[in-house]
């Protein structure tokens, strides 16, 4: 019998809430809109903001860090900027050089270059991830006049 210890990644969630207020939103534009759905166009309105909210909010739970046992997994994040296509990207942990929040941008150096991320320094994600990384060894850098 193998008496590895398989630890249980951590999952870290990036915009669940957001997530959320979306629909509350959306919801709210369903009930204000109610008093037009007499004929065809009036259900016609509601198709695009719908749709559109459909993919933002599929978008916004879709995207989370993922720290498993050996790499970080960064499933569905911008990268470079804040108006990029999303990918997912996995670094292994002794490739990590370092991580920085410098600014508004997270960076973490690696043998593959450079990788930023937008994230704002009083976030309760940059706190989450700084609990992840320095639980892995990887010192967190906060270096802002933002603080």
């Known amino acids: 019998m193998d008496n590895t210890v398989i630890s249980t ?6 915009f669940p809430k957001l997530g959320y207020w979306v629909i509350f939103f ?6 204000s809109l109610s008093s037009n759905l007499d004929n065809f166009w009036g259900y016609a309105s509601l ?12 978008l916004c739970w879709q995207q989370r860090v993922i720290f498993g046992g050996s790499k970080v997994s960064f499933i ?3 990268q470079n900027s804040d108006f990029s296509l ?7 942990y002794q490739d990590i050089d ?11 150096h690696s043998a593959k270059g450079k990788i930023n991320f937008p994230l704002r ?10 609990q992840a990384f320095e639980a892995k060894g990887i010192t967190f850098e906060v270096n802002s006049c933002i603080l």
Do not use: E
């Open 76 to 78: 569905k994040m911008q």
């Open 121 to 130: 320094v009083k976030s309760r994600l940059a706190k989450k991830l700084k």
């Open 86 to 92: 999303p990918t997912s990207l996995s670094l292994h």
């Open 98 to 108: 370092s991580v920085r929040l410098i600014g508004d941008h997270l960076f973490i």
């Open 26 to 31: 959306n919801i709210g534009l369903i009930c």
């Open 47 to 58: 198709v695009l903001p719908c749709s559109v909210s459909i993919i933002i909010v599929r």
């Open 9 to 14: 990644p951590t999952v870290i969630n990036t």
